[in-house]
Structures are given as C-alpha cells and as structure tokens.
C-alpha cells in the first residue's frame, strides 16, 4: 500500500518556459483532466507535442490516423502529434492466426459469464504481442519527438492513458448492474473479479492504466539522457485516483467511491512511480479528486463527493468569487430546492454507518455491497431529480472547476519534485482556485 501523502502547500516552483516541451502521452479526445495541464504549458510557452493511439480498420487491425484525422486531432491539441497507433492493451493482440481475448470472448452471454472459462496460456501469449507492439512502437514515437525537443529544453511527460475494457457486448448489461444496479439488479463486484472475465479485465487495466507508464519512461530514455546531458530537466505526470478528502463534520477526511475496478491498476501506477523516483527519475502520480466525466458517467454516485468542494471553497477564505460559485449552482436548481439543502443531504450520507464503513484505506478498493448501492446510487438519483435540466448538473460546473485548480497543482507541483504519489485534496484545490480567482 502506497503511504499517503497529501499536498498541503501550493506550489510556485517555475521550471517551465518558453522554448520547453510538453509531451502528452495519451490523445486527446474531449474535455478532461489533462486540459489543465495544457492551458498551463501553454501558458509557459511550451511546444505543445503529442501521440494517437491509432484507429481500428473495420478488420479490427490497428492503423495511423489518415491526413483529415490527423489534421483534426492536432487542431484539438493545439500542437503536433507523432502519427505512429500507440494503441495500448492486449484485448485485440494475439500472434498470428490466433483469436484475440475480444474473439475469445465473444460467445459470453449475460447468463453465462460467470462460468465461461480462459485458455491462459493463449491469453499470455496474447498479453506479450500486445506489450511487444506498444513497446516497439513508443520507441519509435520516441524517435521522432527527440527530434523535436531542442539542446537545452526541459520536458514535461503528461501520462493519460487509462482504460481497458474489452469491447464485448455482454460487458455493457454486466456493468449496469455491477455500478447501477440496486435491489433485484444489484450485482456484485467480487463476482466479476472473480470471473476469469474480470481476471482479463483487471489483466489489461494494468497494462492500459499502469505499464504504459513504464514503457514511457523506457522509451523516452535515450530523451531524458540527452536533456539532462545539456542542463535541461525532465517530468512525468500520471493520474491515479486512490480516493480524496472531503468535508465531513467540518473536516477534512478521506473518503471513496466503490467499488472502484480501476483501483487495483492505479495502485500498480503509484509502485511504477515509486521505482522510478528511486532510479531519480522525477514521475509522480496525482491522485485526483471524484469527477463526472464521460467515461465516470457509468459510476452512478462518484459524483456525490464533488459537493462538499463548495464548502471547502468558503473554508479555504473564498470570497465573492466562492460565493459566485454557489449562486451559479443555485440557479441550476429546481424552485423551492438549495444548495445548502442538498449539501445537508451529503452529510447525512456521508455520516452514515454504510458510508463511513467504506473509509477503510488499507482496504481500498473494497467490494460494493447491496446496501451502499441503495444507499448511494438512490441519494445520486435523488439530488439529480433536484435539478431543472439533468443535461445541466451541479456536478458538471464543480467538475470543471477541479479540473481548473488541478492543472497549476500538477504543472508546479511537478516542476518542484516533491514525491511519487500526491493526494490532490478539496483543502489545496479550494486553496488553488480561490488564489486563482482572487
């Protein structure tokens, strides 16, 4: 278990200037974390580069973006990208002539996947053409970006890859159940990862979420040896998620959401990061706060942790512009409904004994259990019933305001080398945006 270490100051650390370089090791594909980081590279200066991770052919074989595709993500970047397919995971890899584990799981059904059994031999020698194909490509894609990175420049790796679900249809209906379900639809979530499906699924959420990071700073070797040769200096950045403070009673305690599947992959980032730094490679893995992003959406309750942000916004000397932030999540409710009324709500929730016997974090991640998704998935659906539109959610405008007070957090924080593992809390993101807003 990783120890816990919180960043409790704002750093102010600038190593980043015009003329360095900011390499995002992931593609951008709409509003998310990362963009943080980017508003404060190019804030910087910074030469903004990138990677793709390629595009299926209708054959499911991996190829690089076409020129109109290309054209288009690097206008969304606001930088270049390297066009080589940096595709990561295994779930469509196998060696040739063989099926690849989305072939080999084809046939489950929702009735069958809990007694459906693997060849793990075959998934093996799936999981190893995989690795060798990311592998060979990053250091191709490697290659290419030291060419652009100039004698003297320092170099900012951002690490976003995450994910791994194979794409099988059963997987959706399991999922509903599993992160959506209560009563007669509840599932559990030790009957997936006890499923040989779920020992696949955790198998490539560590290659996808955890390993990429290793092969990054691997690939990128031959960079960081040049760069530091010539004075410069070199990061890395991930995003974990390993729970986060919040306002509970009137202080700060750390809390999560379950069951989180992702979390046996992020703890598997934060041990990468640790080995590096003892290399004196300066990688560290943010553990960022609860959002609604597209991909959370199928987490129904993540969200319920954003609220307390806006008492830690008032806690942490916010003013006028603390007090904007609540009005503009006034207005997004219902006549007759508050704010304070549904943060009232948060706390009985967040008080329970349901709730609180999941604050175990030598556990973490712990299984779901019938009663924290009554409890959890039913107070979600009943806070989003408060709201005028459920297009326009109070989570949304909180959500974008974690992922402004992240960036310079991140950008500065890694810039001043402080540890592997960071806990970005509600205290120092208040801390952040109100310094930012004052």
Known sequence: ???????????????????????????????????????????????????????????????ALTAEEHAEAEAKLGGRIVNIPLMAGFDMDAPAGEQNPTEMLSGITLKSWQEDKLDWDKIELCRQAGVARFTSSAQQAMLEIDKLIPDGANVFFAHTMAGGIPRIKAFLAIANRIYKGRGERFMSSRALLDSDLGKLILMNFDEVSANTLKYLIDASESIRSRVESKGGQVRYTAYGYHGTEVLIGGEYKWQTYTNYTQGYAKMRLESIAEAAWKQGVAATVFNCPE?????????????????????????????????????????????????????????????TETSAGFRDFEAWPMDNTPELAELMIGTADEITSLHKDRKELITDHLSSLVLEGTGPLMFHGAAEKIAPVLWLNHDIIARQLNELHK
């Open 1 to 63: 278990m990783t120890e816990y270490k919180a960043l409790r100051h704002i750093p102010q650390a600038n190593l980043f200037r015009q003329g360095d370089v900011f390499v995002l090791f992931g593609e951008l594909f709409g509003r998310g974390y990362v963009n943080g980081l980017i508003d404060e590279a190019r804030k910087a200066g910074m030469t903004i580069l990138g990677i793709t991770v390629g595009r299926r052919n209708d054959d499911g074989s991996l190829r």
């Open 291 to 351: 959002i609604r992003t597209n991909s959370s959406d199928i987490f129904v309750g993540v969200e319920l942790s954003l609220f307390p942000l806006l008492t830690a916004l008032k806690k942490e000397g916010g003013g006028a512009w603390a007090q904007q932030q609540w009005d503009a999540c006034q207005a997004l409710l219902n006549d007759g409904e508050s704010v304070q009324g549904i943060l009232d709500k948060l706390e009985s929730y967040l008080q």
